[in-house]
Every structure is written in structure tokens, then in C-alpha cells.
């Protein structure tokens, strides 16, 4: 496998639209380089005969069961003591500006 040049790096950072220093792309390619040789290395692995495994804990849902529970007060009964509404709605203030 290649190592990565300093133009891949400045690639790379230009489509991740990050603005890097000369200092960051040399430690950048570096670093980039052994993640690739350890790619390389988990690509070489012998898995012949082992089942691909998409989890490990053994867990088949953990998920809890939904639980419907009645306070006794209707949807109406909330709104007639909320603030503001609209409609079947209760109205706030905008978040977002």
C-alpha cells in the first residue's frame, strides 16, 4: 500500500472542509498512514470459517414493553391550564431564530 502524500492529506481536509496548518498535515498523513496499515493488517486476517457477527452480548431485544398508563386527566382537562394554545395546541415562544 501507498503512503498517503501530503496533497491526499490536504485532499481529505479540503472535502471534510477543515483548514489545517503545513505542521498538521505531516502529523495528520502520519497518523493517517498507520490507521491504513492497520487496515491493511485486519484485511490480511484469515476469517474463513467464522460467522460474521453483527453484535456480541448475546442481547435479542432490549427494548422495554410499552406501558399505557392512565393518569385519569383527558388532553382537554391539560389544555385548559396551559398558558397559551392554538388550537388543540399549547403555544410557546419560538426557539429558533
Known amino acids: 500500500m501507498a503512503d498517503l502524500t501530503r496533497e491526499d492529506v490536504l485532499k481529505l481536509a479540503r472535502l471534510a472542509?477543515?483548514?489545517i496548518t503545513d505542521e498538521e498535515v505531516e502529523k495528520y498523513r502520519a497518523e493517517?498512514?498507520?490507521?491504513?496499515?492497520y487496515v491493511e493488517q485486519?484485511?490480511?486476517a484469515d476469517v474463513e470459517g467464522l460467522?460474521?457477527?453483527?453484535?456480541?452480548?448475546?442481547?435479542?431485544?432490549?427494548?422495554?414493553?410499552?406501558e399505557i398508563?392512565?393518569?385519569g386527566v383527558?388532553?382537554?382537562?391539560?389544555?385548559?391550564?396551559?398558558p397559551a394554545t392554538e388550537g388543540r395546541h399549547v403555544k410557546v415562544k419560538r426557539m429558533i431564530s
Open 74 to 82: 383527558s388532553p382537554d382537562d391539560l389544555l385548559k391550564i396551559a
Open 69 to 71: 398508563v392512565d393518569y
Open 51 to 66: 460467522e460474521p457477527t453483527s453484535q456480541v452480548t448475546g442481547l435479542k431485544n432490549v427494548m422495554a414493553e410499552d
Open 42 to 44: 485486519l484485511q490480511n
Open 32 to 37: 493517517l498512514n498507520e490507521i491504513l496499515k
Open 17 to 19: 472542509r477543515l483548514t
